[in-house]
Nanobody, 125 residues
Framework: VQLQAYGGGLVQAGGFLRLSCAAS????????TGWFRQAPGKEREFVAA????????YYADFVKGRFAISRDNAKNTVYLQMNSLKPEDTAVYYC???????????????????WGQGTQVTVSS
């Protein structure tokens, strides 16, 4: 499967963006998909994930209540709605997918086999 992340941009603090992760391949619906981010000089960190079934969603504590992950399997796309953005949310955001990842590994970037190219999100104060 190939992933393409897009939707990033420059936004003021308190604003919103919606990121999209578009996938090729008919089997994408069977892949658990996550969003990660990486700020300059920092390690890549988990943001959110959604199980292949779409039933289970998981978030990093710092985005709970502000971000929402969802998927449209008919469009082979996973979304990350980001509201109430803060300057500290500035980073390159990546989507990742894997067909066999388990719940305990959702937050671990090295457990995902497929990655998109990243999209820059910049939040100004």
């Amino acid at each position: 499967v190939q992933l393409q992340a897009y939707g990033g941009g420059l936004v003021q603090a308190g604003g919103f963006l919606r990121l999209s992760c578009a996938a090729s391949g008919r089997t994408f619906r069977t892949y658990t998909t996550g969003w990660f981010r990486q700020a300059p000089g920092k390690e890549r960190e988990f943001v959110a994930a959604i199980f292949r079934s779409g039933v289970g969603t998981y978030y990093a504590d710092f985005v709970k209540g502000r971000f929402a992950i969802s998927r449209d399997n008919a469009k082979n796309t996973v979304y990350l709605q980001m509201n109430s953005l803060k300057p500290e949310d500035t980073a390159v955001y990546y989507c990742a997918a894997d067909p066999s990842i388990i719940m305990s590994s959702l937050r671990l970037p090295y457990q995902y086999d497929y990655w998109g190219q990243g999209t820059q999100v910049t939040v100004s104060s």
